[in-house]
């Protein structure tokens, strides 16, 4: 059974690159405003960031990992495919 396409494979890694990339980014812009001098405890807040930038990443990739499973038990309850016998009377079918 080949529940996983290829174009589930490229979905799948776009969506884990996704979700470490994007809070990464997020993360790295937001820690350039706390810098010494314009905040009272600017490490403190930038090891906030990370905090919060680690969790995002890990919770994005319980998402990804939670819809790869759906897509595996939805194959799995689908089944194999079945040809089921032609409808009596169906175009292109001579009349019984």
């Given at each position: 059974?080949?529940?996983?396409?290829?174009?589930?494979?490229?979905?799948?890694?776009?969506?884990?690159?996704?979700?470490?990339?994007?809070?990464?980014?997020?993360?790295?812009?937001?820690?350039?405003?706390?810098?010494?001098?314009?905040?009272?405890?600017?490490?403190?807040?930038?090891?906030?960031?990370?905090?919060?930038?680690?969790?995002?990443?890990?919770?994005?990739?319980?998402?990804?990992?939670?819809?790869?499973?759906?897509?595996?038990?939805?194959?799995?309850?689908?089944?194999p495919r079945q040809d089921a016998d032609a409808f009596p009377g169906a175009p292109g079918e001579p009349p019984?």
């Amino acid at each position: 059974m080949a529940w996983f396409t290829p174009r589930l494979r490229r979905l799948a890694l776009w969506a884990v690159v996704a979700g470490v990339a994007l809070p990464w980014l997020v993360g790295e812009a937001a820690k350039g405003f706390f810098q010494p001098g314009l905040h009272p405890d600017p490490h403190r807040s930038q090891l906030l960031i990370d905090f919060i930038v680690a969790g995002a990443q890990l919770f994005s990739l319980s998402m990804v990992l939670t819809w790869l499973i759906g897509c595996w038990v939805t194959a799995v309850m689908q089944g194999p495919r079945q040809d089921a016998d032609a409808f009596p009377g169906a175009p292109g079918e001579p009349p019984p």
